[in-house]
């Protein structure tokens, strides 16, 4: 083999397998679904990526016997990504009569698979303030907290109601966080401008 062929080689070396990062979170269970299943699919066709798992779960269990279940007990974190408008149907469509606030309808936002529907209205009961109405749609634990952040203070907390309800009333109009947490998982929706 020639040093052009040797070069190749190097650079297509496993350029079909997963990372090494994407492997351990297959093996912690935290990949989700779709991509778990493809890398479970590349596992059962490469030798190599078998032994780096196995590698993994020897080392695992080496190093402290209850590392694996307490990192597979932690939140899952997500980051919330707004869907363009009029292509907010994937899971379920908002009902068109909660929100009456924006011209063109609610914010959508996308997170796993839960759908979050914001409707951002003027606050009736304080002048050139705000008032958020949330819906959202899909699999969260129950009693999922709803909290609204800026410059890293919680300015206000609610709790979604048994239809995925929630509103935030009051807020002055600026750049904040909101976060919806449950006992297993946190959606964030960064840089929302209320």
Known sequence: MDYGEQLLAAHLYRITCPSPDELGEYHLKLLPGVRAAAVAQHLSLCDRCCLEV??????????????????????????????????????????????????????????????????I???????????????????LDTAVSVQLWQDGQQLQETILDEWGNFS???????????????GSAEIHVPHLTI
């Open 54 to 119: 196995a590698q993994l779960q020897s080392f695992m269990a080496d190093l402290a016997p209850d590392l694996e279940y307490s990192l597979r007990e932690r939140v899952q974190i997500w980051i919330a990504r707004l869907l363009p408008r009029g292509l907010e149907g994937g899971l379920a469509a908002a009902p068109a009569l909660a929100f009456r606030g924006q011209e063109d309808g609610p914010l959508t936002y996308e997170a796993g698979d839960v759908q979050l529907h914001l409707d």
């Open 121 to 139: 209205q003027d606050d009736p009961a304080n002048p050139g303030h705000k008032t958020v109405i949330g819906l959202v749609i899909g699999e």
């Open 168 to 182: 935030l009333d009051g807020i002055i109009p600026g750049i904040f966080d909101l976060i919806l947490s449950s």
